[in-house]
């Protein structure tokens, strides 16, 4: 059952507090977990009770996505702002230097905690801000798309559809490449969570003209890039390994944007063999 944590952080008008929720799972060494952005915690829940095996996991909802409260005022939600927060909530957590996974969002803040020496190591899973700038503008209109549609739907419609092969296709079929894996609840979740995320829109405008050039040196960097993937494109996944040449770069045949729904065995393998 997840729990929740509030802890202070600096705001412009002095320290206020926040509250984050998150799923702690199995012993061993920490390992956090960072969803994408207009996700929740449970996107990780297929791969949660194998890296559980051998590590202490905690999946966090991000500030402003999932069950987390909004950032306080004044605070962005930028990198310059958000990696911040992730170091304090890694204190409160008692979590000195953690393995860090991410996903897309979560995979770019994982890189910057990474650049920052704040993470024992890093695997990104189709990390953010590879991209070019037609890139961005595609993946901010597909991003943006999910959250229309999510909001628009009226509940009771959205479970009839979640209900259906087709329907999970229609609803998920953007971020998976095997949508029909994912259960009626979680798709419903998953699009509750998008329609709520109050930190959605400062997010995804903060990634404007913004990429990710710096190297992260003297951390072990793991790279995963579905070749499916239809938000960010598999190509960005070169130009992380140009801007990073010590990263290791793995491609994940038949997984899309979110790979740890296509092949937990092998998102999991992934992110345990880049955190030896």
């Known amino acids: ?51 559980a095996v051998e ?14 409260a909004a950032l306080p005022d004044g605070v962005g939600y930028g990198l310059e702002d958000t990696v911040p927060v992730l170091a304090a909530l890694f204190e409160a957590l008692d979590l000195d230097r953690p393995d860090v996974a991410g996903n897309s969002l979560g995979g770019l803040l994982a890189l910057e905690l990474g650049r920052r020496k704040l993470v024992r190591s890093v695997t990104a899973l189709s990390p953010a801000r590879f991209w070019s700038e037609a890139e961005r503008r595609y993946a901010s209109g597909v991003l943006t798309a999910m959250r229309v549609g999510a909001r628009a739907i009226p509940l009771p419609l959205l479970g009839r559809l979640a209900r259906t092969a087709a329907g999970r296709v229609a609803l998920t079929g953007t971020i998976y490449a095997r949508p029909g894996r994912r259960s009626a609840e979680a798709v419903v979740a998953e699009a509750r969570a998008m329609r709520e995320a109050t930190g ?15 190297d992260v040196p003297d951390v072990p960097v793991t790279i995963g890039w579905g070749t499916r993937d239809r938000v960010l494109l598999p190509r960005q996944g070169v130009r992380a390994k140009r801007a990073i040449p010590a990263a290791r ?11 740890m729904n296509d092949d937990p065995a092998l998102v999991a393998r992934v992110i345990l063999d880049g955190s030896r």
């Open 1 to 51: 059952m997840a729990a929740t944590i509030t802890f202070p952080i600096d705001t412009p008008t002095g320290r206020q507090p926040t509250r984050v929720v998150y799923e702690r799972r199995g012993t061993g060494r920490p390992l956090v977990l960072l969803h994408g952005i207009g996700h929740h915690w449970q996107a990780w829940e297929p791969v949660l009770d194998i890296l």
């Open 55 to 68: 590590r202490e996991v905690t999946a966090v909802d991000l500030p402003g996505f999932g069950e987390s």
């Open 200 to 214: 959605f829109e400062a997010t995804l405008a903060s990634g404007r003209g913004a990429t990710f050039a710096d």
């Open 249 to 259: 770069l793995i491609r994940l045949p038949g997984c899309g944007h979110v790979p």
